[in-house]
């Protein structure tokens, strides 16, 4: 079944939201489904409506998934051999226990290099077009290789890696049974992001909610949807069904962390107007992956939602859709309590034991 998303439309009246759910059919005439193409519009623009993710991940044909490809995959992103030094693997910063991303401001390589960025969740990245925070990689196979050689996160070389790997007796026998070859880089790839896609966040309370349980959110909650939906703008950028309209946006970030100055998108583009444009980040599951932003600038959603509610920074290449929002004490309580009801279902977790 492909659970398409959800367009709706919200008010507040008397302090009791009502929802007006637009699409066919519908849980007794409150709730139903409405086409992808289905737009919501918020203050004379329109943005694609909120709703369940799809049942099935997207894969490429070129690296369709199966059970000994994940396994492969799921050791090689907890290999620490993946690095120059044998001790930083995927999981060192993409960790289970912290929603699939890294609890440090910004993230650390090799004997102790510190990065300029945070590492965002790996959680539904099968859903995202571009990845990481500049979007300089069009797949998750390409960004499963690119740590591996970069001078502050793996700091070791692709042909080194293959060479060390190969010397494992049980990865020569995996990569022989997966692939039949032996190991390489392209295997290397293809496995990790086979497992990466396996990573899902859903089933949250939002979409039992949507899917006709009217009790799976609690009242603040089903505020802070309307406040989302509508005053607050979140839905702007943080729409579809996995909460982010895959694309770019600066919206005035502040600058922390080892880097002077980081121009995003740009460094990928050369567009003066992507300069401190960065991806936007999915929200499900949002509370598991503090800190936020790409440089980890605020540690909690209250300052988050603050940050939004001024209107982001001033700087030449701010967003259009970056607005005050003067929203009240409650309100911002309220979106929080939303953004919370975006956690999906834990997802049953064994580290793997590695071959030697």
């Not at 009246?13 to 409405?34: Q, S, T």
């Not at 623009?45 to 994940?70: D, S, W």
């Not at 995202?128 to 998750?140: I, K, V």
């Not at 605020?298 to 929002?325: I, R």
């Amino acid at each position: 079944m492909h659970v398409r998303p959800l367009v709706l439309t919200s008010a507040l009246v008397g302090g009791i939201v009502g929802f007006v759910f637009l699409g066919f059919g519908g849980f007794g005439h409150a709730l139903g489904h409405a086409a992808p193409s289905d737009m919501l519009t918020v203050d004379g623009e329109a943005f694609p409506g909120i709703g369940p993710l799809p049942t099935a991940i997207p894969q490429p044909a070129g690296n369709l998934n199966y059970a000994a490809k994940v396994s492969l995959g799921k050791q090689l992103y907890f290999d620490g051999r993946l690095s120059k030094n044998n001790a930083i693997s995927c999981a060192f910063c993409h960790n289970p226990v912290a929603g699939f991303a890294d609890p440090n401001q910004t993230s650390v390589g090799v004997v102790g290099k510190r990065g300029g960025r945070q590492a965002p969740t790996v959680y539904n990245a099968a859903f995202n077009q571009f990845q990481f925070w500049d979007g300089r990689a069009g797949s998750l196979e390409e960004q499963a290789i690119g740590p591996i050689h970069n001078p502050i996160e793996m700091a070791e070389t692709h042909e080194n890696v293959v060479k060390k790997l190969s010397q494992i007796k049980g990865y020569q026998e995996q990569f022989q049974a997966t692939f039949g070859t032996g190991v390489s880089m392209q295997g290397i790839g293809e496995a990790i992001a086979a497992y990466e896609r396996t990573v899902i966040s859903t089933n949250s309370a939002f979409d039992k909610f949507v899917l006709g349980d009217i009790h799976a959110m609690d009242e603040s909650a089903k505020r802070g949807m309307a406040v989302f939906t509508g005053k607050g703008r979140c839905i702007a950028c943080h729409n579809g069904s996995n909460f982010t309209d895959n694309h770019f946006h600066n919206t005035g970030v502040p600058q922390v962390g080892p880097m002077e100055e980081d121009l995003g998108r740009f460094y990928v583009t050369r567009r003066e107007q992507d300069k401190r444009a960065f991806k936007t980040p999915t929200l499900r599951s949002v509370i598991e992956s503090a800190p936020y932003m790409h440089d980890g600038a605020f540690q909690t959603l209250e300052e988050v939602v603050d940050f939004y509610d001024k209107g982001g920074n001033a700087n030449p290449q701010l967003s259009a859709l970056m607005k005050p929002l003067r929203l009240s004490p409650e309100e911002k309580t309220d979106l929080i309590a939303f953004l919370k009801a975006l956690t999906g279902e834990a997802i049953p977790f064994e580290f793997p034991a590695l071959p030697e």
